[in-house]
């Protein structure tokens, strides 16, 4: 099981990477949901809350069309890839509410860094409906949210492919993808290069989650100190999380969803986790926040009995 060390939970109210606006208000929403009150009825300590101060978009305009807002999202995740190496240090469990998935080049660079330290890699689980490895030359929108594993992955920009000393952050060969089913045409001859793990939702179909969550775990898990959670909501089917900016139809259901994050707790080498891609301006009273939280205490040990 997860073992029970105090979590530091970071907001990172970003949505700079992604063309839709509202993401900004998901650390709030998760908050409203009852996040601290549902990890600590789990038996987990909060050892303390950070909120990452980001820009104001209502006051920017993007600079270059192909890494749109770099500047800004590079600052934020520099901070943030401290804040998580720190997290770390303190022998704290970093959990980072998104934002958009622009902020994991910045807490996995962070984790990833304080490893590299005692010459340790990190894992990575990528639990999403897209790829999220464009560069800025075959991105067809420019916006930094469909990049982040690319750069965490030494490709792309060279500012956002070393947030930190470490180039690369993560290796292809302990990096897994759940969930994938709208990949761009090109990104997807990235992927193929890369060498990363993929399981699409037609190898979940054909598997069953289980079965998908012990083979990316082994691979996450091999030769490295542990494995870090990238959970993206829209992995989920729409009728599931309606409040992300980026739905895509045919997703993961809640059971499975579930059985994912439990075979994660119950593997016991979950370093961290980030969540994002709550837009609860596209939510429907909160429910898309509330099942969030319950994925999140399934993460970190919940169990049914």
């Not at 996450?220 to 409040?243: K, Q, R, Y």
């Not at 992300?244 to 993961?252: A, F, I, N, P, Q």
């Not at 059971?255 to 301006?281: K, W």
Request: proline fraction near 5%; include cysteine.
């Amino acid at each position: 099981m997860q073992a029970k060390r105090p979590i530091h939970i970071i907001n990172v109210p970003l949505d700079l990477g992604a063309s839709c606006q509202g993401a900004f208000a998901g650390p709030m929403a998760f908050q409203i949901a009852g996040l601290n009150k549902a990890l600590q009825s789990c038996g987990h300590e909060i050892s303390k809350m950070t909120d990452i101060e980001v820009p104001d978009r209502t006051r920017l305009h993007p600079k270059n069309s192909q890494l749109k807002f770099k500047k800004e999202i590079l600052d934020v995740c520099r901070i943030l890839a401290e804040t998580t190496k720190l997290a770390i240090k303190n022998d704290c469990i970093p959990l980072i509410i998104g934002g958009d998935h622009s902020i994991a080049m910045g807490s996995i660079s962070g984790i990833a860094s304080s490893l590299n330290h005692t010459n340790n890699r990190l894992g990575v689980i990528w639990f999403d409906a897209h790829g999220d490895m464009n560069i800025p030359e075959s991105s067809p929108s420019g916006n930094i949210h469909g990049m982040p594993l690319a750069h965490l992955l030494g490709k792309g920009d060279q500012d956002l492919s070393q947030i930190l000393e470490i180039n690369p952050a993560i290796h292809p060969e302990n990096v897994v993808l759940i969930g994938l089913r709208d990949i761009d045409e090109i990104e997807k001859n990235n992927i193929d290069k890369s060498g990363v793990t993929t399981f699409t939702m037609q190898d979940i179909d054909r598997l069953g989650m289980y079965e998908v969550s012990k083979r990316a775990l082994e691979i996450a898990n091999n030769g490295t100190e542990g494995f870090h959670l990238s959970f993206d909501l829209d992995g989920c089917d729409p009728e599931v999380i309606p409040g992300t900016g980026t739905r895509v139809e045919g997703g993961v259901n809640i059971r499975e969803a579930h059985i994912f994050l439990e075979s994660c707790a119950a593997n016991g080498q979950m370093t961290s986790m980030d969540v994002v891609e709550l837009n609860p301006f596209l939510d429907h009273g909160n429910i898309s926040a509330k099942r969030a939280v319950s994925f999140i205490e399934s993460a970190f040990g919940k169990n049914i009995l």
